[in-house]
Structures are given as structure tokens and as C-alpha cells.
């Protein structure tokens, strides 16, 4: 056997797209590999920063763009979140936010995380906090997903000006002309607390979120 | 490598469903739904690999439904943990990946009665949700430790990223062995 391919098997189960991809190699972690003796070529190895503690997480930065980092006043926005609907993020002000910045409907990567965070509504209502998916794909692209998907939160449009709301907080991505795949947990003062931008083929899990917002919540009590 | 005791991702005698000695010199933990096929693709991966380890390997389950992807996942969840009531889980786990394009109330129920169960009692737990909250906290304890997808693997507590196959799975454990 070559060089061990690694594919990414695990950002799966949501459509036979799916199954495309475990053909197609992908730049991703595949920390394991750095413990093979003999068989790695060339592996392109990202840090594993899943299991980090928070404050060594935010450190953002990927395609020469640089993440709002924590402490800075999350900009807000108003987006469409269906064809005739818009939502302003001020308007959770008072609650934690979770924005979940990502590259495109439909691909595969973007649709586990999605699922994801769509089994995971509860645990943020925990923390009473929003989640806010966040693409430039249009409004009836998103309700398509949302339909086909059963996601039961809200996928806000970043489609005009294209990529605006990413690029104030600076994960745009100009070569591919979407948005990072970028994760902003947001305090009820409007405040980041915490950025991470993950690698656009990496599922970037709810680890981080989920330890920003329990370190949130024991900061406020510990006031 | 040396993992610490307490580590979430490890299998926990008394709690986890658990196949092979709690002592054995490799754990390896799998976060799976029973609609996945993935997971259904990884079931008779981690079989060869649990046959040619024997008891040096002790494989643990947990479950991960993503139930708005897979609307049977929950309930066979459900069941699976049903059926562990009555003291067959691996056998239902078994029966669920094998037939995974048949997992409707009435194909669990059916599984209940192959297994001499009594179905009865294991379709109103299924029904109530007598096991959510088992469930769900395998979810919770996932999604904390790093579980974005299903199937996701830890080796000795550490997730593995790699390629699913029976080859590779058995160089990482062997090398978490080393």
C-alpha cells in the first residue's frame, strides 16, 4: 500500500454527495499519521485544536484574513434569514450569539457541521444562546437547505453586498469568494468572546462553542 | 502513551456498553447512529478488528443519533438501550447494523421477538423514551470531546482521524499499543 490517503469519512451521513468525497483526498488533520514511521509522504499536517483550551484556540487566521479576535465588539448586521424575512443581530443582545460562518450550502463538509449544530439546539438553549449559520448563498438557497435538511435555525444570507458581513469580521475569503468556515461565540453585550476559523475542509465540531459558552456562563457567576 | 484515568473518552466500566476485558491494553470507543451508513460500513470493520485483537481489546459504544438527518436513528437508539435492559444490548446493536434499510417500529419490534425479548415491554420503552436520557447524554459527552459526524473513533482516548478501513484501524491501535 501508497502513502496512506487520508479521507475524510467522518463529516458524513448527509447525502449521497457525501460519498463523492471519500474518493477525493483532503488537506486535512490527520495527526495519527504523524506517528506513522515509514509510510508518511509529504502529509500535510494541520495542529489538532479540538481538545485546547479555549484561550489557546482563538488564534484565527487563514488565506491572509484575520478573524475579529475575542474581546472586540461583534459589528452587527442585518441579514436576510428568508425571502422576506431579516435578522439584526442587536436584537439578541442580552443572550450569547453563536455565529457559524460557512462556505456554501450543499457541500458536504458544510452540511455535517450544520446537522450537527441542528442536534445540538438544545445544549446551546442551555447556555440560552442563538446559533446563526452564515453563508453568501441567497435566501431561497437557504430554504432549500433548511427544507431538506430539517434545520431548525436560522441560515442568514450574506449575499449583497456579497460577503460584507464577513469581511467586517474578516473571514471572506476573496480567492473562492465565500465566507471562511468561521466560529464566533458572541456575549450578551454584544462582546466576542471567542473566534476560531478552521480549515474550510474541516468540520470544526461544537467542542470550542461548547466550552466558550460554559466559560461564559461560570465567568458571569463567579461576578 | 499514557492517558489519564479520567479521561471522558475511554471506556467506563458500569456505565458503557462494553465488549472485551475493561483492562485490555487497547480501548477504542465508537460514537455511532444506527442510520449511519457509514457507521454501518465501519460495523463489520471494528468486528474484524475485535476478532483479530481478541481480548487484547476492549470496545466500547456510545450513541450519537443524528435524528433530524435519520428519523429512525432515535428510535433504535432507543432500542438498543432497551434491549440492554434486558441484558442483549450487543446482540440489538448487532441486529440494528445489519439491518439498517429496516429499522421502523415494527422491524425493532421484530428484532425484540428474534432475540426472545420481551417486545412488549421493550417497544413502550422504546415509545416513552425510557432511554433518552441515556442517550442523549452519550451525544452531550460526544459533542464535547470532539465528535463532529458519525462514526467517530477514539483509540485509548484520543480520536482517530483516519482512514476507516481494517488495515488502518489496526496500525493505529497497534501503534497506541506500543
Redesign the interface.
Known amino acids: 500500500m501508497g502513502p496512506l490517503i487520508a479521507h475524510q469519512h467522518r463529516l458524513s451521513c448527509v447525502s449521497e454527495a457525501e460519498t463523492l468525497k471519500a474518493t477525493k483526498p483532503t488537506p486535512e488533520i490527520r495527526f495519527f499519521l504523524t506517528r506513522r514511521k515509514s509510510k508518511q509522504v509529504g502529509t500535510f499536517i494541520f495542529m489538532n485544536v479540538i481538545n485546547k483550551p479555549v484561550s489557546e484556540r482563538t488564534q484565527p487566521k487563514t488565506n491572509g484574513s484575520a478573524a475579529l479576535p475575542a474581546g472586540t465588539p461583534a459589528p452587527d448586521f442585518e441579514l436576510k434569514s428568508t425571502p422576506d424575512q431579516t435578522v439584526r443581530l442587536s436584537e439578541f443582545r442580552g443572550q450569547p450569539v453563536v455565529l457559524a460562518f460557512y462556505p456554501a450550502d450543499w457541500s458536504p463538509v458544510c452540511g455535517d457541521q450544520m446537522a450537527l449544530y441542528n442536534e445540538m439546539l438544545s445544549e446551546f438553549q442551555e447556555y440560552r444562546a442563538e446559533l446563526l449559520g452564515i453563508s453568501v448563498d441567497g435566501p431561497w438557497c437557504h430554504a432549500a437547505f433548511c427544507h431538506d435538511r430539517k434545520l431548525h435555525f436560522p441560515l442568514l444570507s450574506d449575499f449583497e453586498p456579497k460577503g460584507d458581513v464577513a469581511r467586517r469580521y474578516g473571514v471572506y475569503c476573496d480567492k473562492d469568494g465565500v465566507c471562511e468556515r468561521a466560529l464566533f461565540v458572541i456575549d450578551a453585550e454584544g462582546v466576542i468572546y471567542w473566534s476560531y476559523v478552521s480549515p474550510i475542509g474541516v468540520n470544526p465540531g461544537a467542542a470550542g462553542i461548547l466550552s466558550a459558552l460554559e466559560e461564559m456562563k461560570n465567568k458571569k457567576e463567579t461576578k | 502513551m499514557s492517558v489519564a484515568k479520567s479521561n471522558p473518552t475511554l471506556p467506563i466500566e458500569g456505565h458503557d456498553h462494553i465488549q472485551g476485558s475493561i483492562k485490555a491494553p487497547v480501548a477504542l470507543v465508537e460514537y455511532g447512529?444506527y442510520e449511519?451508513?457509514?457507521?454501518g460500513q465501519a460495523y463489520p470493520i471494528v468486528k474484524a478488528v475485535q476478532k483479530r485483537l481478541g481480548n487484547r481489546l476492549c470496545f466500547a459504544f456510545r450513541n450519537f443519533?443524528?435524528?433530524?438527518?435519520?428519523p429512525h436513528a432515535e428510535h433504535a437508539a432507543e432500542a438498543a438501550e432497551a434491549a440492554a435492559a434486558q441484558g442483549r444490548f450487543w446482540e440489538m446493536h448487532d441486529l440494528l447494523y445489519e439491518n439498517q434499510v429496516a429499522l421502523d417500529d415494527a422491524d425493532l419490534e421484530e428484532y425484540a421477538s428474534t432475540l426472545g425479548l420481551d417486545s412488549q415491554r421493550l417497544m413502550e420503552e422504546v415509545r416513552s423514551g425510557a432511554h433518552t436520557a441515556r442517550i442523549r447524554e452519550d451525544?452531550?459527552g460526544g459533542?464535547?470531546?470532539?465528535?463532529?459526524?458519525?462514526?467517530?473513533f477514539f483509540i485509548n482516548g484520543?480520536?482517530?482521524?483516519?482512514?476507516?478501513s481494517e488495515?488502518?484501524l489496526l496500525?493505529?491501535l497497534g501503534?497506541s499499543d506500543e
Open positions: 447512529d449511519c451508513p457509514y457507521c443519533p443524528l435524528a433530524n438527518m435519520h451525544f452531550r459533542a464535547r470531546n470532539g465528535v463532529n459526524g458519525t462514526p467517530t484520543e480520536r482517530y482521524d483516519g482512514e476507516l488495515e488502518a496500525e493505529a501503534e
